[in-house]
């Protein structure tokens, strides 16, 4: 539901700027959630195999009874993935990659703003992703292992890896996504050294919780699958979004903001001003970035 309603934004942002580049990332998007249906499933069926862990004993029939849903759910996926790429594709079309803003005739200025646009796409994207691993180990954390928890040396182990899992993954990933956006606008370098190394942190944590996931796969049982996905995607993510920073970071104070900030103003005030039909025949004339 929430990626559901995460893509839905992701669309009308893209459509209103007549953003190709959003257009094929939010592609890539959707044949993900697709596959998360099947790992959904997949994740299901191994609770009730048989591996003497009882949880057929305390389930009953809930995942018979679900499985149809649940088959429902990843038909459907597949059905609207496919018709979401042809509806992009046709966007595609139409778009052809053009901005929604004119930057300029300078080509070294459109690569900029290209680089520009796709890295901050990938910032909504890692937005997504590193919240939603988040989440879903904090919820294991709190949900699963706690009220399992026997003993106040396991109790306390417990709360010193909620402590951790805040604030390497919560509190510090949030933090980077915000310094990151905030460095790339206001073109500084300090925010933007603090995203690469938050980065790099986030990263040691994600491949320390997947070894751990890798190590112990009975410790992680019903949510194993889930966690993985996540903690692939995320280390795919930083390893693209840190290069693309890198390439922004190094176009700084080459007049790129005053050139956005320019375009802005001027398309504000020539839709405020133009008459209907002049304003509909500039709106068609968009600049390509290709």
Known sequence: ??????????????????????????????????AYSFIQFHQSSTLFSEDGSGLSHYLGDAYHNSKWAQITQACTMCISTCIFCFLAYKLYLEFGWHIY????ADLAM????????????????????FLGFSIQYLALLIVAWWPASKNSGSTSSIVKELIEHIILSCVISILAL????????????????MFFFSCLTSMAYYIYTLVQIA???????????????????????????????????RNFNLGLMNHISHATASATSAHSMAPLGLEKANSTRRWSIE
Not at 101 to 104: M, R, T
């Open 215 to 249: 190590q112990n796969p009975s410790k992680f049982l019903g949510s194993k699958a889930f966690l993985s996905f996540f903690l692939c995607v995320n280390l795919v993510l930083i390893l693209v979004s840190v290069p693309i920073g890198v390439i922004c970071l």
């Open 110 to 129: 459109r690569d900029r703003y290209k680089m520009y646009q796709i890295f901050m796409m990938l910032l909504k994207i890692d937005f997504f992703f």
């Open 178 to 193: 915000i310094s990151a956006y905030w460095g790339l606008r206001r073109e500084r370098k300090p925010q933007m050294y």
């Open 1 to 34: 539901m929430i990626a559901q309603l995460f893509t839905v934004g992701l669309v009308v942002d893209a459509i209103y700027q007549r953003n190709t580049i959003q257009l094929i990332a939010l592609v890539a998007f959707e044949l993900g959630m697709a």
């Open 101 to 104: 803003k004119k930057i300029g």
